[in-house]
């Protein structure tokens, strides 16, 4: 099968040097679909002629539409979380409805989003994780508590606190515990807009690491926290990841979606607490359970799965 994934054209390298959540799924596509025996390409869209590709697969709705105007047919994969924020009525919404209407089929990484956009093209298919270089190391000792990694903000609000931080902290502070905040430098945003944050002193805040030193953060740290109000994916790839490293949740994602080796917890600092003594005092069983989700959600096993799904339109 040939097979060509439509760069984004955010300007970020695929694979990403730091952040950017769609260059890396873009890129854990073409690394297992390759090894799948496939041949795979990475393509600006412009640069994709019609009848030149047995499958194309987009990431964007303005340019999926664009393909479809040039009579290329494609699948569409929707990351997009500000189509649900700003509703129905919004431009956002619309252009992702058009983006489903015009493909051969939409994967949307949240069920919410299924019910959510009810057309009939729409598919669940959850995000996966690389196991090969996400795992634990028993060498390094989880001698840190609370770890979370994001890009804070919401719709062009950067300061606004979309992924919880605040509650992270609360929690820390609460049971006296170390958290490290990490993600790109936009948190600054967030940071500079809830000084208080600022003030306790078992915070460490990093930004931009690399691939390499976000694993070991996950390899370090006893909890990965994830108390967030929206996202696209659930679970989203930081979970997975923790996962992968044999590292227990306490996370919000949806009902509708098993997460084993997680502690469901909505945005409540006393039901965080609960999840944090609950999985300490559990805390080989949830970590194996955990690792056994991750290897479940492998990219290699997403990859076998998607092939699946485009061959349903050769």
């Given at each position: 099968?040939?097979?060509?994934?439509?760069?984004?054209?955010?300007?970020?390298?695929?694979?990403?040097?730091?952040?950017?959540?769609?260059?890396?799924?873009?890129?854990?596509?073409?690394?297992?679909?390759?090894?799948?025996?496939?041949?795979?390409?990475?393509?600006?869209?412009?640069?994709?002629?019609?009848?030149?590709?047995?499958?194309?697969?987009?990431?964007?709705?303005?340019?999926?539409?664009?393909?479809?105007?040039?009579?290329?047919?494609?699948?569409?994969?929707?990351?997009?979380?500000?189509?649900?924020?700003f509703?129905?009525?919004?431009?956002?919404?619309?252009?992702?409805?058009?983006?489903?209407?015009?493909?051969?089929?939409?994967?949307?990484?949240?069920?919410?989003?299924?019910?959510?956009?009810?057309?009939?093209?729409?598919?669940?298919?959850?995000?996966?994780?690389?196991?090969?270089?996400?795992?634990?190391?028993?060498?390094?000792?989880?001698?840190?508590?609370?770890?979370?990694?994001?890009?804070?903000?919401?719709?062009?609000?950067?300061?606004?606190?979309?992924?919880?931080?605040e509650?992270?902290?609360?929690?820390?502070s609460?049971?006296?515990?170390?958290?490290?905040?990490?993600?790109?430098?936009?948190?600054?945003?967030?940071?500079?807009?809830?000084?208080?944050?600022l003030?306790?002193?078992k915070?460490?805040?990093?930004?931009?690491?690399?691939?390499?030193?976000?694993r070991?953060l996950?390899?370090?740290?006893?909890?990965?926290?994830?108390?967030?109000?929206?996202?696209?994916g659930?679970?989203?790839?930081?979970?997975?990841?923790?996962?992968?490293?044999?590292?227990?949740?306490?996370?919000?994602?949806?009902?509708?979606?098993?997460?084993?080796?997680a502690?469901?917890?909505?945005?409540?600092?006393?039901m965080?607490?609960?999840?944090?003594?609950?999985?300490?005092?559990?805390?080989?069983?949830?970590?194996?359970?955990?690792?056994?989700?991750?290897?479940?959600?492998?990219?290699?096993?997403?990859?076998?799965?998607?092939?699946?799904?485009?061959?349903?339109?050769?």
């Amino acid at each position: 099968m040939k097979i060509c994934h439509v760069d984004p054209g955010c300007g970020l390298s695929i694979p990403p040097k730091s952040w950017g959540a769609i260059e890396k799924l873009i890129w854990e596509f073409h690394q297992n679909q390759t090894k799948l025996g496939h041949e795979v390409h990475i393509r600006m869209a412009g640069q994709i002629t019609p009848n030149e590709f047995d499958v194309v697969h987009c990431h964007v709705a303005n340019l999926a539409i664009e393909l479809g105007k040039r009579n290329i047919p494609y699948v569409y994969q929707l990351h997009d979380h500000h189509a649900y924020h700003f509703g129905k009525d919004s431009f956002v919404f619309k252009e992702n409805l058009e983006a489903i209407k015009g493909s051969l089929i939409t994967l949307l990484p949240a069920k919410f989003l299924v019910n959510y956009f009810d057309h009939p093209k729409c598919v669940y298919f959850s995000h996966g994780v690389n196991t090969e270089f996400f795992h634990p190391d028993l060498t390094k000792k989880k001698d840190k508590t609370f770890f979370m990694l994001a890009n804070n903000g919401l719709a062009g609000n950067a300061g606004f606190d979309r992924k919880g931080f605040e509650y992270g902290i609360a929690l820390a502070s609460k049971l006296n515990k170390s958290i490290t905040i990490a993600g790109p430098e936009n948190n600054k945003h967030f940071f500079n807009s809830h000084l208080w944050t600022l003030g306790y002193p078992k915070l460490e805040i990093l930004y931009d690491p690399t691939q390499e030193k976000v694993r070991e953060l996950f390899q370090t740290h006893k909890i990965f926290l994830h108390p967030t109000m929206l996202e696209a994916g659930h679970p989203n790839l930081t979970m997975v990841e923790a996962a992968a490293c044999g590292t227990p949740i306490i996370a919000d994602w949806e009902m509708e979606t098993d997460f084993h080796g997680a502690w469901r917890s909505p945005r409540d600092v006393f039901m965080m607490e609960l999840g944090y003594n609950d999985i300490i005092s559990r805390y080989d069983d949830y970590s194996s359970q955990a690792l056994t989700t991750a290897r479940n959600l492998d990219w290699y096993n997403r990859s076998i799965e998607l092939i699946k799904i485009y061959s349903q339109f050769l």
